[in-house]
């Protein structure tokens, strides 16, 4: 049962525009959204929260969009950097006094020089 | 400010064998929390300790277990080891319990079992 799902594998995106990574999740009690990326041989890094009481957050290059309705949110890069390049995973919880996060099978971004 | 480290960074280690990861906390965090990431596959929650106590559990059998020390470092500890347990094992440090508090990640043990 993969309550968070990432479907496309790779994605490729010329330097200088836009890379929209997306994630859909099926079960309605998520409230807390997160973005990581991970480059090889390291873990994870935080990259941006959005809270279900939200629709967008922005932090520099990165904006998260949230849709309730739909069960989908996305990261947004622009401009996309080839240091960008890396996969990117989606995670959820619900907020509210539970404990774990689950995370979906990842994105892999490249961006070409 | 001192992130997460975790020791070692890889190990190979006999089916059937046991074998224990360390994990230092994030200065400031009080919650740790244990995830196995398969080859291709997303971080999967083994558990959450708090306080010392386990907090939450996921999916895995009894025989991963773990502590959590007073400065907050933790242990992961795997039993009777399968083939199946070779994997990235990731300790990540939060400030609070629960969701709504990010997760902060250290590099990971690889774990492979022959």
């Known amino acids: 049962d993969q309550q968070v799902k990432q479907n496309s594998p790779s994605l490729s995106v010329q330097e200088g525009r836009i890379s929209i990574l997306n994630c859909d999740y099926t079960?309605?009690?998520?409230?807390?959204f997160l973005w990581y990326k991970k480059y090889p041989a390291e873990g994870p890094t935080f990259l941006i929260s959005i809270s279900s009481i939200k629709d967008k957050n922005e932090d520099g290059r990165f904006t998260v969009f949230l849709n309730k309705s739909a069960k989908h949110l996305s990261l947004h890069i622009v401009p996309s950097q080839p240091g960008d390049s890396a996969v990117y995973f989606c995670?959820?919880?619900?907020?509210?006094?539970?404990?774990?996060?689950?995370f979906g099978t990842g994105t892999r971004l490249k961006v070409l020089a | 400010e001192t992130g997460v480290t975790q020791s070692p960074t890889h190990l190979i280690k006999t089916r059937g064998q046991q074998v224990t990861l360390r994990c230092s906390s994030q200065s400031g965090h009080n919650t740790v929390s244990w995830y196995q990431q398969a080859l291709g596959q997303g971080p999967q929650f083994i558990f959450q300790?708090?306080?010392?106590?386990?907090?939450g559990r996921g999916n895995f059998p009894p025989r991963f277990s773990g502590l959590q020390f007073p400065n907050y470092s933790s242990e992961l500890n795997v039993n009777a080891l399968e083939l199946d347990d070779s994997a990235l094992y990731l300790c990540?440090?939060?400030?609070?319990?629960?969701?709504?508090?990010?997760?902060?990640f250290g590099n990971g043990t690889r774990l492979t079992v022959t």
């Open positions: 300790y708090y306080r010392e106590e386990e907090n």
């Open positions: 990540a440090s939060s400030e609070a319990v629960g969701g709504g508090s990010p997760l902060h």
């Open positions: 079960n309605s009690m998520f409230d807390y």
């Open positions: 995670a959820a919880s619900e907020a509210s006094g539970t404990y774990k996060y689950i």
